[in-house]
């Protein structure tokens, strides 16, 4: 098993900048990415940004550009660096780790983009 904790969302102007947290514990070895999904009201969910154990980094199209994700592996923590942020990034972001086929989701954190 592995546990998900997040923090870093608030609310925030447009153009704003918010950085979200994720600390993993438990069994974390062997993970294989680690990412952000989010959703918004009366949306499905939806991949924002994930890292591979590699390295490598893939990012939704409305998203490129302006967020950033980054992990401190010492810390086994994931971040999501959000700029210039706008309104329909609104939503609650959900941490996700995949391991092994089996993914684990944080309890969620809601960033709101408003003026």
């Known amino acids: 098993q592995v546990q998900l904790v997040e923090s870093g969302g608030g609310l925030v102007q447009p153009g704003g900048s918010l950085r979200l947290s994720c600390a993993a514990s438990?069994?974390?070895?062997?993970?294989?990415?680690m990412g952000w999904y989010r959703q918004a009201p009366e949306k499905r969910r939806e991949l924002v940004a994930v890292i591979t154990s590699g390295g490598s980094t893939d990012f939704a199209a409305s998203v490129k550009g302006r967020f950033t994700i980054f992990r401190d592996d010492a810390k086994s923590t994931v971040y999501l660096q959000m700029n210039s942020l706008k309104p329909e990034d609104t939503a609650v972001y959900y941490c996700?780790?995949?391991?092994?086929?089996?993914?684990?989701w944080g309890q969620g954190t809601q960033a709101t983009v408003s003026s």
């Open positions: 996700n780790v995949q391991k092994r086929g089996f993914q684990f």
């Open positions: 438990g069994s974390i070895v062997s993970i294989n990415a």
